[in-house]
């Protein structure tokens, strides 16, 4: 299994098992999981450099785009 289909495979375990979560927990999940896979695959990847000035709204439609890919 490739680096972006295991991303897929545990963002979507992780809505599975995070009903009960606020959704700050949520997003801070996602992040970790995407971010983790950018960086395995670009060594020197780092996040957008205005990524937690966008609003919580803007960061989850461009994370729950990531599993579209």
Known sequence: ????????MFLIMGELTGANESREDKLKYQERIVFATMRANIPEWEPPSDWYKLSIEERETRLEKLKTI
Not at 1 to 8: H, L, R, T
């Open 1 to 8: 299994m490739d680096n972006i289909n295991a991303m897929k």
